[in-house]
């Protein structure tokens, strides 16, 4: 087999988070469960995504056989990569994660601008009813489930922690469009830097209210955290995507 080459296709840089069963005899993985969303940045196979998704990763982890891992597709088929290691945020909803690859780049880039209310955004993630759904439709289903496309526009600037919630932090925008389970740790994309060569993630889209009144969803705001620095990365977030 010749050795692995990533393609620029946006389903090789926005990648679905997922368990899998290992079995050592036949060297080969099985995907269990999608578990969330997450997307390349810079070009040494670090990837973004929700904090609580790398708590629902760990959590969701039952025996030394299972793996953490994620799906990318070359001109041969899909391969599976280890999810290496991982870093959360001391007070925000988002974290790095580092893939088992050194060589997967990205071109999306993060964006230290806050964005008003009205921007339009769009976005692209792995939502687990789609994941569900195949299951049961297909005899042999995909080793990863389809990439899902949403776009909508922000409500509102957070400036504060949300009442009588479970996400973690006070740095939001709450979004006009829902992406459900799975969906947690997807890009939010300025829609009016798509016709430019690099796209510009403004959020992390973490999660949604429902209940009553409108549905919202909630991501976390780039510009607030762009300069973290996590110890597994040696740099600021918005410099290693910027590399």
Not at 116 to 135: H, M, R, T
Request: charged share 20%; net charge negative.
């Amino acid at each position: 087999m010749p050795p692995f080459k990533q393609t620029r296709a946006l389903s090789n840089i926005v990648l679905p988070l997922m368990i899998a069963g290992h079995d050592d005899n036949q060297q080969t993985s099985t995907p269990k469960e999608l578990i969330g969303t997450g997307f390349l940045i810079g070009n040494r196979g670090f990837a973004l995504t929700a904090a609580h998704v790398i708590d629902q990763l760990q959590e969701a982890k039952k025996s030394n056989t299972d793996l953490i891992v994620t799906h990318i597709f070359n001109q041969h088929g899909v391969f599976p990569f280890q999810i290496v290691q991982f870093e959360k945020h001391p007070t925000e909803d988002i974290g790095v994660v580092q893939i088992g690859h050194q060589e997967l780049t990205s071109w999306l880039e993060l964006s230290k601008a806050q964005e008003n209310s009205s921007c339009p955004y769009v976005g692209w993630g792995y939502p687990k009813e789609i994941a569900e759904e195949l299951k049961f439709l297909e005899r042999d289903p995909p080793l990863r489930p389809s990439l899902i496309y949403t776009e909508g526009y922000i409500r509102r600037i957070i400036e504060t922690y949300l009442s009588s919630s479970i996400y973690v932090g006070s740095k939001f925008y709450e979004v006009s469009d829902l992406g459900g389970p799975g969906y947690s740790g997807s890009p939010i994309i300025n829609k009016n830097s798509i016709r430019e060569g690099k796209w510009q993630v403004i959020g992390v889209y973490i999660g949604e209210k429902e209940g009553a009144g409108a549905p919202v969803g909630y991501a976390v705001r780039i510009e607030a955290v762009a300069d973290w620095v996590p110890k597994i990365l040696g740099r600021s977030i918005f410099d290693e995507a910027a590399i």
